[in-house]
């Protein structure tokens, strides 16, 4: 397993004292604020998930003898991803396999386990990769669509660029040449970073 400094997530927030049955739902702007806005599995951003709720998600189930007030346990998740994930964990056999959750507090998700096609569909490489997609729905639609689109937009920055990269050179020696470069690289950047699960 990847070393605990090349996790996707690192946090960095102190934790609240937590305590009781949900003692947990104190850690919540810490939680967003680790977890960058955005789902820990499927990747989508707070402010890009059309309404869909947000809520603390217990990595190990506390039925599953998950810690309930452990910050260490406790994710930001979409409603959708925390719903489908559920109370799911592998048992010990499954685990003797390989078959396990990605955790992305602990490793990076991608390339070792996941692979996303150009039509923004995941495919797991491994074990652990197809039970991570296959528990957390990671292809339903809308989660396909938003990649598609993020694709779209990508493609269409690319076309952008190699216009104007054709620019002459008294062209991108002006002021409005760099203004226009720094333009499309912010929509590039907010492109990319709609839906991601790979940084
Ligand atoms: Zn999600």
């Given at each position: 397993m990847s070393s605990i400094l090349s996790?996707?997530?690192?946090?960095?927030?102190?934790?609240?004292?937590?305590?009781?049955?949900?003692?947990?739902?104190?850690?919540?702007?810490?939680?967003?604020?680790?977890?960058t806005y955005r789902c820990a599995y499927c990747g989508v951003r707070e402010e890009?998930?059309?309404?869909?709720n947000f809520?603390?998600?217990?990595?190990?189930?506390?039925?599953?003898?998950?810690?309930?007030?452990?910050?260490?346990?406790?994710?930001?998740?979409?409603s959708g991803c925390n719903a489908f994930k559920s109370n799911k964990w592998p048992n010990e056999e499954m685990e003797l396999?390989?078959?396990?959750?990605?955790?992305?507090?602990?490793?990076?998700?991608?390339p070792q386990h996941l692979?996303?096609?150009?039509?923004?569909?995941?495919?797991?490489?491994?074990?652990?990769?197809r039970y991570h997609i296959d528990c957390l729905r990671l292809n339903r639609r809308s989660r396909v669509d938003k990649r598609q689109d993020r694709n779209?937009?990508?493609?269409l920055h690319d076309q952008a660029q190699s216009f104007i990269n054709e620019m002459s050179d008294e062209i991108k020696d002006t002021e409005e040449f760099q203004l226009?470069?720094?333009?499309?690289?912010?929509l590039r950047d907010r492109a990319r970073m709609t839906i991601t699960i790979m940084r």
């Open positions: 996790a996707r997530i690192i946090r960095r927030q102190i934790p609240p004292e937590m305590a009781g049955p949900r003692g947990y739902e104190r850690a919540k702007d810490g939680l967003r604020a680790d977890f890009d998930n059309g309404g869909e809520e603390i998600d217990h990595f190990c189930p506390v039925s599953r003898g998950g810690a309930v007030n452990d910050y260490a346990n406790l994710y930001w998740s979409c396999i390989g078959v396990r959750l990605l955790d992305p507090c602990r490793e990076w998700e991608f692979l996303e096609d150009e039509s923004g569909i995941l495919q797991g490489r491994t074990k652990a990769g779209e937009l990508m493609a226009l470069v720094r333009v499309l690289d912010g």
